[in-house]
């Protein structure tokens, strides 16, 4: 019985991974009763709002999880958005070569309104979904041989990327907001299974694929080998080159539904959609989900954005009609992700100060 | 010189359970010469920390020229002149030598603006009073570790040191370095300097030493003069048992049987025509000192740094080896030099140490990951090297040294390898786990795994290999036999080959 509990507390004093997740569970916890007690009479855990909020934590998610493979084996990827945003200007590049505009002098004159025919030929919009996946594929590779091949460092490499995907998408739209995607593609953020929101469906797929990968198969451990001490892998005759080319592939692709899913939220393409904040949330998300070189858990990535859409909706709600709210969700994220380094580190000096470091 | 610096008495200090020192007293004179040896987990390192006021002891005293000291904080302990020399040095690579000295004077004299002049002046007097010539405008990233060793020691002296204690300072250090680091720390002792030098290697404890003191686990077991002592007393004091040599069993090569061949291998800049055979049974030394060449052909050998040119025959086929993937797909193993960068992924667990090289045949039928496997793969050799760990959850970092070796061994045992390639298996192994690794390669000779030992551990050579081949400037220049050699003709050969490249360096 005494053995049992030993090996049972080793297992929780060992698991570093496991305790931020019970950290990041009870801050959700806390936050959801704080909200809702607050925000009682406006409804902040109806059925409408939870749907929203659903959907909104969505896209980043994905987001934030192709940025946490790359920071998981050590690197990271910030060409992410500008891969999502030229996966869907090129689609809709595509379908305006389909069904070319009306009256005008071709392509090159306007290129901002589709006009879809009333029953468009179904390969077309499966060839019109599958344009960004191959961009995303595309993205990894590119990435994947810069890093992995050429050993440029991970955050110049993508940000070399980051702006080459930009630019190729500003000069195709020339810099403006291409509308008019066919109807069909809005049931991907609009619709539902079972009365859960597709993204928010696709999100926990992904989280779950994810975590497979990650945890069960070989190349999740040569992931974590090659994030933990890359020199050592390469001597202990892991193929690097080929690990770091996958998870930038991953990376990509993940980026790429994302896009997909913003696509089918505005009905647009912009090549620089969420440009500005979406990739430092995601960077702020891995953060705060405590993914490191090495280590790290989905799981947790979930929680965490759990969070903070929680933060942000329940902010709003509470703050509906003042002036100036929506900045004091930036502030939430902020104070959160203080306090969750301020708990980390104190846990951290309890332990080291309770086993000596000699 | 009778003159009594320090003195600890009853020192104890617990950590959690353990009890890491267990009343502890010593004292050291001006300017005397003492060495601290024990294996590792002996209590070296935290009597170090005790000493430079980094820990607090839970009981004990401390005296510093009579002065007594409850709680010594580590400003207090470099105030009573006591400087601790770590082995990563705390230099700033990216500073010249001269800045380096002078830093510590540069922010205590809190001048606003640097006078360069006097900064150069200061580090120059610094090197003068150790006797050594380093260019004072180099980058300490360019130089050798012995030469920022030396930097490390004047700065200490600077900084008006009555004791300076050294951490395993010859670790990375080449036969003919350390040679002119003990000249250096005899000047100091004649300066009326005391040193305290905590060391693994037995042959250094009898050359440095005035006096030794042994540790083990955690208690004071001897205290006495190193002239009075021999290596076998020193050996059967550290580990508590008695290291027999006359019994080593070497197993006997099979000479018409080779298992592998190199011929007439090349790498620009590392070796030339290097040719040999390794038959079967056999534990085939190479040694050489830093720069002979030696580390590139163990890389060029694991396709880590692929050969210009030659040929390499495997069990009479030729394979081609130019990727580390060429290399381990033919059956070779290599444990790196450097086991903290190369061999380890410190953080992770135990067990994902020892999986690491073979993980793509735990696959369960599904083609997922078997954590099962896994853990029973490890578990068995954790049990057969005798990996020292409550289980194998454990991060690789809270084992010592010589168990962290082992998780390297295992891990390419476990891949079962027909040759294996090991560079300096036993640098910063404690003495019992030494004497366990070479054990160990002796039986995996024995059974029928080729074995190519490179090291410039001239007693490791002699009590495990057969062969030795010595290699100088990229050449292997001599072969030796074990039986008809000793150790002290190599160790001659090997600082001769030294002395004759520095003279040609001078002439150049």
């Known amino acids: 019985m005494k053995k049992i509990k030993d090996i049972f507390r080793n297992s929780i004093k060992n698991t570093k991974v496991d305790q931020q997740s019970l950290l990041l569970l009870i801050i959700f916890v806390i936050v959801m009763v704080f909200f809702s007690i607050v925000n009682t009479d406006k409804g902040f855990i109806s059925a409408r709002s939870v749907t929203s909020m659903a959907v909104q934590l969505a896209e980043i998610g994905i987001l934030a999880v192709a940025m946490m493979v790359t920071i998981l084996i050590g690197g990271i990827n910030l060409s992410i958005n500008a891969t999502a945003n030229l996966g869907v200007v090129l689609s809709g590049y595509f379908l305006f070569l389909m069904y070319p505009p009306p009256e005008t002098g071709g392509i090159a004159a306007i290129f901002t309104q589709i006009t879809m025919p009333d029953n468009p030929a179904s390969w077309v919009l499966i060839v019109a979904m599958i344009i960004p996946l191959i961009v995303g594929v595309i993205s990894g590779i590119l990435n994947g041989y810069l890093v992995g091949y050429i050993g440029v460092p991970p955050i110049l490499a993508t940000l070399g990327t980051l702006s080459l995907f930009t630019g190729i998408a500003a000069g195709l739209t020339k810099g403006r907001t291409i509308t008019g995607f066919p109807d069909q593609f809005a049931a991907i953020a609009n619709g539902s299974f079972l009365k859960i929101p597709i993204p928010f469906l696709l999100f926990l797929l992904i989280t779950v694929i994810t975590y497979i990968i990650l945890n069960h198969t070989t190349l999740g451990f040569k992931m974590r080998m090659v994030g933990t001490n890359v020199t050592a892998s390469e001597f202990s005759g892991i193929n690097n080159k080929a690990v770091i080319m996958k998870t930038y592939i991953i990376s990509g692709v993940l980026a790429s539904v994302a896009g997909i899913i913003i696509m089918s939220r505005t009905m647009s393409a912009a090549y620089e959609y969420g440009a500005t904040t979406y990739?430092?949330?995601?960077?702020?998300?891995?953060?705060?989900?405590?993914?490191?070189?090495?280590?790290?858990?989905?799981?947790?990535?979930?929680?965490?954005?759990?969070?903070?859409?929680?933060?942000?909706?329940?902010?709003?709600?509470?703050?509906?009609?003042v002036r100036g709210s929506t900045f004091f969700k930036d502030f939430s994220w902020g104070v959160l992700l203080i306090v969750i380094f301020v708990i980390n580190y104190l846990v951290r000096r309890r332990k080291s100060k309770a086993t000596g470091n000699n | 010189?009778?003159?009594?610096?320090?003195?600890?008495?009853?020192?104890?200090?617990?950590?959690?359970?353990?009890t890491a020192l267990d009343d502890v007293s010593f004292s050291i004179n001006k300017g005397e010469s003492l060495t601290l040896v024990g294996q590792n987990g002996s209590g070296k390192s935290t009597m170090i920390k005790i000493i430079s006021g980094v820990y607090t002891p839970d009981e004990g005293d401390i005296y510093i020229d009579g002065k007594h000291y409850g709680k010594m904080s580590p400003l207090q302990s470099i105030q009573a002149g006591i400087q601790v020399i770590y082995q990563d040095f705390s230099l700033f690579p990216n500073l010249t030598v001269a800045e380096n000295i002078a830093l510590n004077d540069l922010i205590i004299s809190g001048a606003k603006t640097v006078n360069w002049n006097e900064v150069k002046d200061f580090a120059r007097e610094g090197l003068r009073k150790i006797n050594v010539d380093i260019p004072l405008a180099a980058l300490v990233q360019d130089l050798s570790t012995a030469?920022?060793?030396?930097?490390?020691?004047?700065?200490?002296?600077?900084?008006?040191?009555?004791?300076?204690?050294?951490?395993?300072?010859?670790?990375?250090?080449?036969?003919?370095?350390?040679?002119?680091?003990f000249k250096v720390i005899h000047d100091l002792n004649q300066q009326g300097i005391a040193t305290i030098f905590v060391s693994h290697k037995l042959t250094e404890v009898r050359e440095i030493g005035e006096r030794t003191i042994i540790l083990r686990n955690g208690q004071k077991i001897?205290?006495?003069?190193?002239?009075?002592?021999?290596?076998?007393?020193?050996?059967?004091?550290?580990?508590?048992?008695?290291?027999?040599?006359?019994?080593?069993?070497?197993?006997?090569?099979?000479?018409?049987?080779?298992?592998?061949?190199?011929?007439?291998?090349?790498?620009?800049?590392?070796?030339f025509d290097v040719s040999f055979k390794l038959y079967k049974n056999e534990v085939l030394g190479i040694t050489g000192l830093l720069g002979s060449g030696r580390t590139e052909l163990a890389l060029s050998l694991f396709g880590q740094k692929p050969a210009d040119s030659g040929t390499i025959i495997l069990e009479g086929k030729e394979i081609k080896i130019n990727s580390i993937f060429d290399a381990t797909s033919n059956g070779i193993g290599f444990v790196p030099e450097d086991r903290l960068k190369e061999g380890l992924f410190l953080p992770q667990t135990i067990n994902n140490n020892i999986a690491a090289k073979i993980i793509d045949s735990l696959k369960n039928k599904l083609g997922f990951l078997d954590q099962k496997k896994k853990m029973d793969l490890a578990g068995e050799w954790i049990e057969r090297l005798d990996v020292k760990t409550p289980h194998g959850e454990l991060p690789a970092s809270s084992l010592s040294g010589g168990n962290q070796q082992r998780l390297v061994l295992a891990k390419w045992l476990a891949f079962n390898p027909k040759v294996l390639i090991l560079n300096g298996p036993t640098v910063g192994v404690d003495v019992g786990s030494k004497a366990a690794i070479h054990d160990l390669i002796r039986n995996l000779a024995k059974e029928g795994m080729g074995i190519i030992l490179m090291s410039d551990d001239i007693p490791e050579l002699m009590h495990t290999c057969n062969r030795i081949?010595?290699?100088?400037?990229?050449?292997?220049?001599?072969?030796?036999?074990?039986?008809?050699?000793?150790?002290?003709?190599?160790?001659?050969k090997l600082i001769a080959d030294d002395r004759d490249e520095n003279q040609k360096r001078q002439v150049e």
């Open chain 2, 469 to 492: 081949l010595l290699m100088h400037r990229g050449r292997i220049v001599e072969e030796f036999d074990r039986e008809s050699t000793n150790e002290d003709d190599l160790n001659t």
């Open chain 2, 147 to 181: 030469d920022r060793q030396l930097i490390a020691i004047s700065k200490a002296i600077l900084a008006d040191a009555k004791l300076i204690i050294m951490d395993e300072p010859t670790t990375a250090l080449t036969q003919n370095e350390v040679k002119a680091l």
């Open chain 1, 279 to 321: 990739v430092l949330l995601t960077i702020l998300i891995t953060v705060l989900a405590g993914i490191q070189n090495g280590f790290g858990n989905v799981i947790n990535i979930f929680i965490s954005m759990l969070i903070l859409q929680a933060l942000s909706t329940g902010f709003q709600m509470m703050l509906q009609g």
């Open chain 2, 222 to 271: 001897l205290d006495q003069d190193a002239t009075e002592l021999d290596i076998k007393t020193i050996e059967y004091q550290m580990t508590g048992r008695h290291i027999d040599r006359s019994s080593i069993q070497y197993s006997e090569p099979k000479e018409d049987e080779v298992i592998f061949e190199v011929k007439d291998f090349n790498l620009s800049h590392g070796f």
């Open chain 2, 1 to 18: 010189m009778e003159e009594e610096l320090l003195r600890v008495e009853g020192i104890t200090k617990r950590f959690g359970g353990v």
